[in-house]
């Protein structure tokens, strides 16, 4: 039981995920390293956290649903590519070995393990005054606040 637990809360962490939303015509991808996964309200939910400087925030904000895809070890180069590649200066994808997959609502990638479709049900931007001190000083000194995200998983592919 520990051992799932601490899988659980390294998925994101250790594991990398692309964030993706948009559809055929439009979409983004990131690399994101946090999030978490639970229940609220009686469903099931992954949180993410975007920063409002980043390419794929716009499409966050344009759509009602996202995804989040894991993928193996053996993309780990591409998950870099694409976490230190904008989408504002070209086509990033294009520069990996994913081939992205389009669903009826969102956009995903063929490599993928596992994707959770999601549907946003709740996001607020964070407040910087009620962040400790230590997590300011590494994250928040140069960059912007994130936003953080809520997305019912109605779909685990």
């Known amino acids: 039981m520990k051992e799932f637990f601490n899988q659980s ?41 975007v920063r409002p400087n980043r390419y794929t925030y716009k499409f966050m904000e344009s759509n009602d649903y996202f995804t989040v895809s894991f993928y193996g070890e053996e993309f780990r180069k591409d998950l870099t590519t694409l976490g230190r590649t904008s989408g504002r200066d070209g086509d990033k994808i294009s520069k990996t070995s994913l081939k992205p997959k389009f669903l009826d609502r969102s956009v995903t990638f063929q490599q993928a393990e596992i994707t959770l479709l999601c549907k946003k049900i709740y996001c607020q931007d964070m407040d910087l005054s009620s962040v400790p001190q230590d997590a300011k000083d590494i994250y928040y000194t140069d960059e912007p606040m994130h936003k953080m995200y809520i997305g019912k998983v109605i779909d685990i592919l």
């Open 9 to 49: 809360f390294e998925i994101y962490n250790k594991k990398w995920a692309l964030l993706t939303a948009g559809d055929r015509d439009d979409f983004n991808t990131m690399t994101i390293s946090w999030g978490g996964l639970g229940t609220i309200w009686g469903t099931k939910v992954t949180t993410v956290y």
